[in-house]
């Protein structure tokens, strides 16, 4: 049986958006605050997408260490016997001897991006969301936090247990990408619909 490393892997790369959400939050914010003062700035393609090359990066490096000195192997534990010691029950998995440092090193470094996207949106939320859209952003991070934090210790209960755990990571998967992408483009869709009635009277 050969062991794939879908779920990580691409749940740890999809967090590079994070990097996305702040480079855009972190230009904003500076055209703003050289606009307050008059003051003429030049940003380049290079300042936003350095903070993107620079976390997904870090998760490839992370994901091939671990792939390399670690590797998951397919598994198989014996849950129970019968009274002639012959398997009744058993249950089959992927699984690493050092699978836990690894993704605990993945927590800090996308958590770390997850921090600086939430404080360039806490410094963006009286811009308009023509420009910015920070309040959304912001409430897409809470709702994350609040899916892991809700979803991590549930799957911890439910370890042991395919069904029940393949549905618990599948219900955050979705609650993650779908929340991202609803609050980030459902208003700009609508104030793109409403045209000059969606702008503010002092715009």
Known sequence: ???DYVV?????????IHSALFSKLKR???LFKN????????ITMMDVLTPFFVLITANIIVLITWTAYSPLRW???VLEYDDYDRPVSSIGQCSSSNAAAFLWVLVVINGCALIL????????RNITTE???????AMAMI??????FIGVPIMVIVSGQPAPQLFVLSAIVFIIVVVMLLLIFLPKIQIMRQGDKGLPQNY
């Open 143 to 148: 709702m994350i936090f609040q899916s892991l």
């Open 117 to 124: 996207a939430l404080r360039q949106a806490y410094k963006a």
């Open 8 to 16: 990580s892997h691409l749940f740890s790369c999809h967090f590079s």
């Open 28 to 30: 904003i914010n500076k």
């Open 131 to 137: 420009f910015s859209e920070s309040k959304h952003i």
């Open 1 to 3: 049986m050969i062991c």
């Open 75 to 77: 598994t198989r534990t």
């Open 35 to 42: 606009a307050k003062g008059f003051k003429r700035i030049k």
